[in-house]
């Protein structure tokens, strides 16, 4: 089962990477970007057919490696192939 | 006094780190980080470096690596352990130390000397200075920007747990003198307890003459 984890920086966590490409993007001509936030994401195939144990593995997962919980929010979900 | 010093693949300010402790008459060994066992020791470095690349987060997969199990352990028992800059970041990222450090405010690698000040000289690491010492130390880090929320700062600020900050040769702590962005301009804190210490200035790039300044070396004179 493929997964995918998606990592984004909680909210009022400065951001001067995503701020940066913000401002790039804005020079380019996209001058009407409210807000970008950078994030990081996993795709991860595991062997597991129960769609739920698979998810709350990749969970665990986030909790202890792939996240910092004082900074980074993460949401996981199953992608279909 | 007996100090082990951690090595991760891509540390590389381990040696520096052994030949400090070691001019000060501290016998250091150095531990792979594969090792499963700590030799006894009453203070522990993590060193700075790029353990590991910095993939994921710097000091991410350092803070899972086996040794650390036992790194984890010996401070819990009050055992002293010191991290400096990457070590820093590992202590963040294992939560020995709260807190976290992000990418510097203006995005770039930054390497140079700069001044702190020692706000608490009551530790095991600073004792041998003056409360509000300047010291010049070198920075060499991408990811110091110390950051955490307002409860944790304040709650760093009434347990006397930020030790050191960034200022100018006055002492003066302003938001010029911040090399990185960091929150209260903070270089170095310690956990509640007392026993662990993390900072982002090299000590041991301080602590000889020909290195250009001996400032650092009052971190490894203050260690009992």
């Not at chain 2, 976290?100 to 041998?128: A, E, M, P, Y």
Request: glycine share 8%; proline share 3%; hydrophobic share 35%.
């Amino acid at each position: 089962m493929k997964l995918q984890v998606i990592v984004t920086l909680k909210k009022d966590v400065l951001d001067p990477q995503g701020s940066a490409i913000k401002s790039s993007l804005s020079n380019m001509g996209f001058k009407n970007i409210e807000s970008l936030r950078q994030g990081k994401t996993f795709e991860i195939i595991v062997k597991e057919k129960d769609e739920k144990v698979a998810l709350s593995k990749a969970k665990e997962m986030c909790e202890k490696l792939l996240a910092n919980l004082t900074i980074e929010d993460y949401s996981v979900r199953t992608i279909k192939e | 006094m007996k100090a082990s010093v951690i090595v991760f693949p891509g540390s590389n300010c381990d040696r520096d780190i052994k030949i400090s402790l070691e001019k000060f008459g501290i016998k250091t060994s150095m531990i792979w980080h594969a090792d499963a066992k700590l030799p006894k020791s009453d203070l522990v470095v993590l060193p700075g470096g790029f353990s590991y690349g910095d993939y994921l987060r710097c000091g991410s997969i350092a803070s899972k690596s086996r040794i650390m199990k036992e790194v984890i352990t010996h401070s819990k028992k009050g055992g002293l352990v010191m991290g400096i800059c990457n070590g820093f970041q590992v202590l963040v990222e294992t939560q020995l130390l709260p807190g976290v450090l992000i990418r510097n405010i203006n995005l770039k690698f930054i390497c140079k000397n700069i001044t702190v000040k020692v706000t608490n000289n009551k530790t095991n690491f600073t004792s041998k200075t003056n409360r509000n010492t300047v010291l010049e130390i070198p920075i060499a880090h991408n990811e110091g920007n110390y950051f955490a929320n307002k409860d944790l700062i304040n709650e760093l600020e009434d347990n006397n747990q930020i030790v050191l900050q960034y200022c100018d040769s006055a002492g003066n702590i302003t938001e010029q003198c911040n090399p990185n962005g960091s929150i209260k301009n903070i270089a170095g804190i310690i956990n509640k307890k007392g026993n662990v210490f993390g900072l982002m200035p090299h000590p041991e790039r301080a602590s000889d003459k020909l290195l250009g300044g001996m400032d650092g070396s009052i971190i490894f004179k203050s260690l009992k």
